[in-house]
């Protein structure tokens, strides 16, 4: 019969070892992709219910005013020597990132033409500043009515 031996006996414990070992690998997952979650999109609309992003202090801005008049910081330029001009700024700069701050009035084709310009000059990151919308406005967009 029975021997007395523990050769029947059930084990309760839990082995806890290949759950630790998934969850250090899941932490590890976590912790390399975090940081690029964390970067803006491309583009976004003119008024957005997202967090602001950390802004660094030297920023290059580019604006278009509801004129269609293109400036670089506080510099006006043509919108046609707008890559010279930002090939000629982006030579002495080791961030190459760029923002965008368009006029809602302003028409789509000049914000893409900008856009266009803006990459062709060789810029690594595009990014669309935006003001936060309010509740009225997030609450229009969500019914759909005007």
Known sequence: MNSGGNGDRLMSDINVTPFVDVMLVLLIIFMVTAPMMMQGVDVSLPEATSEPLAAEEDQLVISIDD????????????????????????????????????????????????????????????????????????????????
């Open 67 to 146: 004129q269609n008049q293109v400036y670089i910081t506080d510099f006006r330029v043509d919108p046609n020597n707008l890559r010279e001009k930002l090939t000629h700024i982006l030579k002495g700069r080791s961030d190459r990132a760029v923002y965008l701050k368009a006029d809602k009035s302003i028409s789509y084709g000049m914000v893409v033409y900008v856009m266009s310009e803006i990459k062709g000059a060789g810029v690594d990151k595009l990014g669309m500043i935006t003001e936060p919308a309010t509740e009225d406005d997030a609450n229009e967009h969500k019914t759909g009515s005007p």
